[in-house]
């Protein structure tokens, strides 16, 4: 095999089923210790990805950035192992607070910080390597809002029950509330990056794995999650005309 492959024609190729020189690989962690200062966290991108030879770089937004773009106020992790920091108070405790969330601006200080991130990672590739910003579904959002997180509960003050279960059985009108402004949020997060130049998102759902019934997911969840790529597509098209 004679073609050189970069990161980019590494991943094409694969999609293709083309002939590689190798597999195309790619890995991801948080970054704690600098994922709020964009320089550093840029720098730091950059080692860890030229370091392992990745191909793809998935974006790792500060794990906590949407809660933190919404005004809430945390301790942030001063732990490099330990990608989440303590929540102080958390913007959803009851139904009532479920709608009085409000969808994000594209000024707000935290996507900008993070859209210029993502710009920094591109800019330094040139297309050799692909780029892929995190997207998480509204419901995944409301879990963060929420106490009882049962991904960071080991840094939290006594343990918590989560309402989201109250929310589904008695409060689904209230939650749609929620989940339309979310929507709407990640619209705009999506927007910006796709302005900062990242080629696709990873949609990630923390609930995927959870006993619900699935015509609560498919009723409250899914219905996000099939929104999400048809608006990315839309949007992507239009950008690139």
Do not use: C
């Amino acid at each position: 095999m004679t073609e050189t492959f970069n990161g980019r024609k590494r991943i094409e190729a694969a999609l293709k089923k083309q002939p590689l020189d190798r597999p195309a690989i790619s890995g991801w962690r948080h970054m704690p210790l600098v994922d709020r200062d964009v320089e550093a966290f840029a720098e730091a991108t950059i080692a860890f990805t030229d370091e392992n030879d990745w191909d793809l770089i998935k974006l790792m937004s500060q794990g906590q950035f949407f809660a933190e773009a919404y005004g809430t106020p945390i301790t942030f992790s001063t732990d490099a192992k330990e990608w989440a920091g303590k929540i102080l108070d958390y913007p959803i405790r009851s139904a009532e607070d479920l709608t009085r969330l409000v969808p994000l601006k594209a000024d707000n200080p935290v996507i900008q910080r993070e859209a210029a991130f993502a710009k920094k990672i591109v800019e330094h590739y040139k297309g050799e390597k692909v780029v892929v910003g995190t997207v998480f579904s509204p419901l995944s959002w409301v879990k963060q809002f929420a106490p009882g997180n049962d991904s960071i509960a080991h840094i939290v003050d006594g343990p918590e029950e989560s309402p989201i279960a109250e929310f589904l059985e008695h409060h689904r009108e209230e939650l749609k509330a929620a989940l339309d402004v979310l929507h709407a949020s990640n619209k705009v997060f999506v927007d910006e990056l796709i302005a900062a130049g990242v080629d696709g998102f990873f949609i990630a759902e923390q609930y995927s794995h959870v006993s619900y019934t699935p015509l609560t997911l498919t009723t409250i969840s899914n219905v996000y999650n099939l929104a999400r790529p048809a608006a990315i597509k839309t949007k992507n098209r239009t950008s690139h005309k």
